[in-house]
């Protein structure tokens, strides 16, 4: 089975915190993306990873920033947690895309609840 | 910008059929997927269209039509675990996936 896991699943931090969100893999995916999902607004994507140490931007950017060292792990900091960023934090991954018919769908980790007061 | 579309919540019957539409308009198309969640679990994979027609999958099946932006899946039979959020996301380039809000089923019995 595809695994995607998550360092935490539940964090709570205070304003001005730096927060580290840790994200493995164990299917050599060569694609590892961040979300954040909030009620009513669907997943949004902060930032993905396409290689080791390549990283783009996604539609939410502002006040992340992410780490690839290894394939396998896709970190997001909050280099100074807001309260504005408390949401659920989910990361993904997936192969890349070889064909038009190719799936290559998201697998998603469980989450991470985070709350900053 | 990217405007993908679909109703909040559905209330259904066990063993009922439900339809979840989802209308898109992005700026890129490269196939449309859709994700069932249920309450504070990972979304997992449900279906993948990127022709236009219709896949079916036991109970469920998704439908595709590219040139009205446009599709629907479908729940047969519904059951009590069917009862959670269903995820329409377009594919817009090569890495990128764009999701809907989600829509909320609910089954009763």
């Known amino acids: 089975d595809v695994k995607v896991t998550q360092s935490s699943r539940y964090l709570v931090k205070r304003t001005g915190e730096k927060v580290f969100l840790e994200c493995v893999q164990d299917m050599d995916h060569e694609n590892m993306f961040w979300y954040r999902q909030d009620p009513g607004l669907g997943l949004r994507l902060i930032y993905f990873s396409y290689d080791v140490k390549m990283k783009e931007k996604g539609d939410i950017p502002e006040g992340y920033s992410v780490s690839r060292e290894k394939k396998e792990r896709f970190s997001l900091i909050l280099e100074s947690a807001s309260t504005n960023q408390t949401s659920m934090y989910l990361c993904a991954s997936s192969h890349i895309r070889l064909a038009e018919s190719s799936y290559n769908e998201q697998f998603f980790g469980p989450g991470t609840r985070l709350t900053v007061l | ?109």
């Open chain 2, 1 to 109: 910008g990217q405007n993908i579309d679909q109703p909040t919540e559905m209330t259904a019957t066990e063993g009922a059929i439900v339809q979840i539409n989802c209308t898109y308009q992005t700026s890129g198309f490269n196939g449309l997927f859709w994700y069932q969640q249920h309450a504070g679990e990972a979304p997992t994979f449900l279906s993948y269209n990127v022709l236009d027609g219709l896949e079916e999958k036991g109970r469920f099946s998704s439908f595709l039509s590219r040139s009205k932006g446009y599709s629907y899946l479908l729940l047969k039979e519904l059951q009590m675990k069917d009862s959670a959020s269903y995820l329409c996301a377009v594919r817009v380039n090569d890495y990128k996936l764009s999701f809907g809000a989600g829509t909320t089923v609910t089954v009763r019995a």
